[in-house]
Each structure stands twice: as structure tokens, then as C-alpha cells.
């Protein structure tokens, strides 16, 4: 890859992903934020802007490490295990385990009496729902090899990035840490191949 594309692509995940955080954090509590703003405290909603701001970027960042981390781990895949199939099945197994496990431990940890499953799997098939898409969307615009490579980085990679927030039942933090990670991971996902301007990516 090129340096202006990769500085590309770094500048651009990082503006994406933590404006997306920003927006997330604004969304969840908007009725203080508009109160603050009609009694004229511009600049204390311009702090907390620059605030979600700050937060998402970083793991807008952490999203950054994870893709370059997956190129190298899957490039090892593919060498160890001298087969594109034999590869991909493992890492279908590795995504159903990791949801899975995302829906388990979550209501095990943080379930009340009386709670619904169906709360904790929703955002499992989000982040699938997601993963499908993008990974369709990949496969589409390369070739039939890129599906189980994309999908399981959108949703296995997203998932252990995620971890800081999963360990807290607050809601706002969840969100505010899923958001910034799983836009910036499809944002890299799809334009990695277009600036590399490869079908093989």
C-alpha cells in the first residue's frame, strides 16, 4: 500500500469512527444537552462534544490496530493451514463461538431475575446483521474468498475490541464503545480494497 493511502485510510477511520461515537454519545442523552443549550451553556455542550469526541477517536484507533493485526493473523492463517477452505471454516466456528459467547456471559453477568434473553441477543444479531451485509458487500466488490474473511472480522475482531465495554452493564458506555469500533471496521473493510485498487484484497 501506497503512504498517502494509508494515511488515508488512518485519517479518514479516525474522522468517521469518532464522529460516530460523538453523534452516539449526543443521541443517548440529547434532552440535557438541548436543555444546557437553551439556557445559553454553549460552551459547556461544546466541552462535552469535544469529550465524546475524544473518547470514540480512541477506539476509533484501537479499531485501526485490531484491522492491521487481522491482515497479518489471516496472511498466518493461510500459510499454516495451506487451505482458503479448511481457513474459513475455522473462522466460521471462531464466529459462532464468539457470538455465542457475547449472549452467555453478558446475561450470565448481568441479567436480573426476570430478564429476557432476547435484550442480550439482539445485539448479537446487530453485529451479525452487520457483518452479513458488509461481508456480502466485500464479496461482492473483490471476489467469493474475501465473504468469511470480512464477516469474521466485523463480528470476532469487533467483539474482543469491544471487551472494555462489554464489562460494564452501562448502557451508554456499550454504546458509546460499539458504535466508534464497529463503523470504523466496516468503513476499513470496504475501502481497503478501493484505494489498494485490488480484487484480491
Do not use: C
Not at 4 to 11: H, I, S
Not at 111 to 116: I, L, N, Q, T, V
Amino acid at each position: 500500500m501506497k503512504t498517502r493511502n494509508l494515511v488515508y485510510l488512518f485519517f479518514s477511520t479516525l474522522l468517521i469512527g469518532s464522529t460516530a461515537g460523538m453523534i452516539t454519545g449526543l443521541a443517548m442523552e440529547w434532552t440535557q444537552y438541548w436543555d444546557d443549550l437553551r439556557n445559553g451553556e454553549f460552551v459547556s455542550f461544546l466541552i462535552v462534544m469535544l469529550w465524546l469526541l475524544g473518547v470514540s477517536s480512541i477506539f476509533s484507533l484501537i479499531s485501526q490496530m485490531g484491522f492491521f493485526a487481522y491482515l497479518t493473523i489471516h496472511r498466518f492463517g493461510l500459510g499454516i493451514f495451506k487451505s482458503v477452505k479448511l481457513w474459513n471454516t475455522i473462522q466460521v466456528v471462531l464466529i459462532a463461538v464468539a457470538l455465542f459467547d457475547l449472549v452467555y456471559f453478558r446475561y450470565v453477568v448481568f441479567a436480573e431475575p426476570g430478564d429476557s434473553l432476547l435484550g442480550y441477543i439482539g445485539v448479537a444479531l446487530l453485529l451479525l446483521v452487520v457483518g452479513l451485509v458488509t461481508a456480502y458487500i466485500k464479496r461482492k466488490e473483490t471476489n467469493k474468498h474475501a465473504f468469511i474473511p470480512a464477516l469474521f472480522f466485523i463480528v470476532v475482531v469487533t467483539i474482543l475490541e469491544w471487551i472494555p465495554g462489554l464489562q460494564s452493564d452501562d448502557q451508554k458506555w456499550v454504546w458509546l464503545i460499539f458504535v466508534p469500533l464497529l463503523v470504523s471496521n466496516v468503513w476499513q473493510v470496504l475501502t481497503l480494497h478501493r484505494i489498494t485498487e485490488t480484487k484480491n484484497t
